[in-house]
């Protein structure tokens, strides 16, 4: 898995993003254009995404 925060590097569009906590995940299931997350996870969710981001419960 890549992570942009410790390998470094560039970001390379369209992206697409998960969280992972311990061996549970939640993944984007569509590519976006922009890194703007917050742009569609408001608090109430936007443009079909599920309002913020958080963790999957173990």
């Known amino acids: 898995m890549y992570d942009i925060f410790k390998d470094g590097g560039s970001v390379m569009f369209p992206i697409t993003a998960r969280v992972v906590q311990g061996d549970q ?17 408001a608090q109430t969710g936007t443009l079909g995404a599920p309002g913020r981001i958080v963790a999957p419960i173990l």
């Open 25 to 41: 995940e939640r993944k984007m299931l569509s590519p976006q254009a922009t890194g703007d997350c917050n742009s569609c996870h």
